[in-house]
């Protein structure tokens, strides 16, 4: 286990692993981003990343067949891109489109190209498309009306079809978009699901779901293709839901336990084999969760700090 001490000066509020689990990027209020280099139980800090004006809540890896590339949303309105190259970082892009704090930025998995959606207080999501020859396309839809907190993309379909874009241009195929979901929560209480629409070049609304009372603060897409889809919630209400569909069926709606969680829930995140799910909250906890043959989920383990 490694343990980071005094990484920041101010809060951490993520902190991920790259896809071959071997540098981890954290970001803080204190407006910077840090890579480190993880060895076994040893880390090495090797780069600190500034140009945020605000501090940066969401960091996100892009898959390792783009290049070693990080994107980082920020209070500021801004989403950065980030390159290294020989052990060299450069910000190589800057969206701005933005009104307000961009509260998560995600990439697609790699099957759907380069691929970034942003969730911005202003109310909208927007996603960048990486082009070849270095050029960013991006288009913008409004999404929930006070706010979105959380985007995440659904897993590639059995039938999806690979895609070889490259964000710095040597590849010379096109991307493809089929069957591409998001999923969004916002500060409207819901969960939408939206569906991008190859005539409309946009993403449309698909399902609108209603569980929550109170803020949604964080949603994921289990990032496997299994028997059902299972989407999971987090809400200021204390309370986590597992959305489930099989096939076309209707969307059906499950708390992750009866009672309220003891504080606000923050983050939901599944395991790579997408049967896992890690819960954090404002108790300082992380507890795992999995489904049992009965449908039902139950707390596989947990840690504290």
């Known amino acids: ?31 910077t981003i840090k890579i480190f280099e993880i060895d076994g139980e040893s880390h090495k800090l090797v780069e600190t990343l500034r140009g945020h004006d605000g501090p940066v809540w969401q960091v996100s890896w892009a898959h390792p067949k783009f290049g070693v590339i990080l994107a980082s949303a920020s209070y500021d309105g801004k989403v950065f891109i980030w390159r290294e190259d020989n052990g060299v970082w450069t910000n190589i892009a800057q969206h701005s489109i933005h009104q307000a704090s961009v509260n998560s930025a995600i990439w697609a998995p790699q099957e759907y190209s380069a691929l970034l959606a942003c969730a911005s207080s202003d109310g909208k999501v927007s996603v960048l498309e990486f082009k070849d020859g270095g050029k960013i396309e991006s288009i913008d839809f409004p999404a929930h009306e006070i706010g979105v907190n959380s985007v995440s993309w659904s897993p590639p379909s059995v039938s999806g079809s690979l895609v070889q874009t490259s964000i710095t241009g040597s590849s010379k195929s096109s991307p ?68 489930t569909q099989e096939g076309t069926k209707s969307w059906k709606k499950k708390l992750l336990r009866e009672d309220a969680f003891p504080d606000i829930i923050w983050r939901v995140s599944w395991s790579l084999s997408g049967n896992v799910l890690a819960v954090s909250g404002g108790d300082n906890k992380i507890t795992l969760w999995k489904e049992n043959i009965n449908g039902d989920w139950e707390q596989s383990g947990e840690v504290e700090e």
């Open 1 to 31: 286990m490694v343990s980071i001490n005094n990484a920041h000066d101010d809060l951490i509020h993520d902190a991920v692993l790259d896809y071959y689990g071997k540098r981890l990027a954290t970001c803080s209020s204190d407006k």
């Open 176 to 243: 493809t978009h089929n069957n591409i979901r998001i999923v969004t929560g916002g500060c409207d209480n819901f969960v939408k699901i939206w569906k991008y629409d190859a005539d409309a070049n946009n993403y449309v609304l698909e399902e609108t779901l209603d569980g929550h009372t109170d803020w949604v603060r964080d949603v994921a897409w289990s990032p496997s293709v299994l028997s059902k889809s299972y989407i999971a919630s987090a809400s200021q209400d204390k309370t986590v839901i597992i959305w």
